[in-house]
């Protein structure tokens, strides 16, 4: 199957974001958050870090106080550390990403960059991936990421991840990079099979120019019906959370 292919095999599914989680009873990137999405037979985006071992951990932040309520980075974490903390309160904890492979559902793989480790943490996740059976695709905010994977497996259908940057004063990105990243700078160089940008920064004049010349759109993060609907008009891959798109 060639790239073109692989990708409408992704574009036939429905992805949540972290997994169909349902707070506070089933956390975001947890098991039972995954083990839901397949239940209803859909896929799910993800995040996943490198930890000090090797092993790859799934969590959004790389801090992980926001959901265990302790102020560490997973990337200082092993795989027998993951016991020790729980996931917002309940019983669930942080999952290994050779966890969530068993489920064999489809997946959208977001790769998350730590001080610099975009070739380290490549080199792991495709050590992961590449005999999963079941569609994928990975994704990153980071273009050395996307590049990595074109120059070392251009057959892995790759994306680049974007938003307006202008309106993120909080985003820890250099003013230039913010430019760079909100207009699409690097799809010269690594030729992503899509473009994910946020939903609400969608006009931009840059990710509109890409979809013209016949770019592929993925939508973060809808939390309404009426905009899943709309970007799935619009040829775009919703990734949906907090509602249920086909009620």
Same mark, same amino acid.
């Given at each position: 199957?060639? !790239?073109? &292919?692989? +990708?409408?095999?992704?574009?036939?599914? $429905? *992805?949540?974001?972290? #997994?169909?989680?349902?707070?506070?009873?089933?956390?975001?990137?947890?098991?039972?958050?995954?083990?839901?999405?397949?239940?209803?037979?859909?896929?799910?985006?993800?995040?996943?870090?490198?930890?000090?071992?090797?092993?790859?951990?799934?969590?959004?932040?790389?801090?992980?106080?926001?959901?265990?309520?302790?102020?560490? !980075?997973? &990337?200082? +974490?092993?795989?027998?550390?993951?016991? $020790? *903390?729980?996931?917002? #309160?309940?019983?669930?904890?942080?999952?290994?990403?050779?966890?969530?492979?068993?489920?064999?559902?489809?997946?959208?793989?977001?790769?998350?960059?730590?001080?610099?480790?975009?070739?380290?943490?490549?080199?792991?996740?495709?050590?992961?991936?590449?005999?999963?059976?079941?569609?994928?695709?990975?994704?990153?905010?980071?273009?050395?990421?996307?590049?990595?994977?074109?120059?070392?497996?251009?057959?892995?259908?790759? #994306?680049?991840?974007?938003?307006?940057?202008?309106?993120?004063?909080?985003?820890?990105?250099?003013?230039?990079?913010?430019?760079?990243?909100?207009?699409?700078?690097?799809?010269?160089?690594?030729?992503?099979?899509?473009?994910?940008?946020?939903?609400?920064?969608?006009?931009?004049?840059?990710?509109?120019?890409?979809?013209?010349?016949?770019?592929?759109?993925?939508?973060?993060?809808?939390?309404?019906?009426?905009?899943?609907?709309?970007?799935?008009?619009?040829?775009?891959?919703?990734?949906?959370?907090?509602?249920?798109?086909?009620?």
């Amino acid at each position: 199957m060639d !790239r073109k &292919e692989k +990708l409408e095999v992704l574009k036939s599914y $429905k *992805y949540n974001h972290r #997994g169909y989680h349902d707070k506070p009873a089933i956390p975001e990137n947890s098991m039972a958050a995954f083990r839901r999405t397949k239940e209803r037979g859909w896929g799910s985006e993800m995040d996943i870090h490198l930890m000090k071992d090797g092993n790859l951990g799934i969590a959004h932040d790389s801090n992980l106080k926001r959901v265990t309520g302790a102020d560490v !980075r997973i &990337e200082d +974490l092993t795989k027998e550390d993951l016991d $020790k *903390y729980r996931l917002e #309160g309940t019983d669930e904890r942080i999952p290994l990403f050779e966890e969530l492979l068993e489920l064999k559902i489809p997946l959208i793989v977001e790769l998350k960059v730590e001080n610099g480790n975009y070739k380290e943490l490549s080199e792991a996740a495709w050590e992961r991936l590449k005999d999963y059976d079941a569609p994928y695709c990975v994704e990153s905010f980071d273009p050395r990421v996307v590049y990595w994977f074109k120059k070392h497996h251009p057959e892995v259908i790759r #994306g680049q991840l974007s938003q307006d940057y202008s309106k993120e004063a909080q985003v820890h990105v250099s003013g230039l990079m913010k430019t760079a990243l909100r207009d699409l700078w690097f799809n010269s160089l690594n030729r992503p099979d899509f473009v994910a940008y946020r939903f609400c920064d969608r006009h931009n004049k840059h990710l509109q120019r890409y979809l013209r010349r016949g770019g592929q759109e993925v939508s973060w993060t809808i939390r309404t019906k009426e905009d899943f609907d709309t970007a799935v008009k619009e040829g775009s891959i919703p990734i949906f959370e907090l509602f249920d798109p086909e009620k």
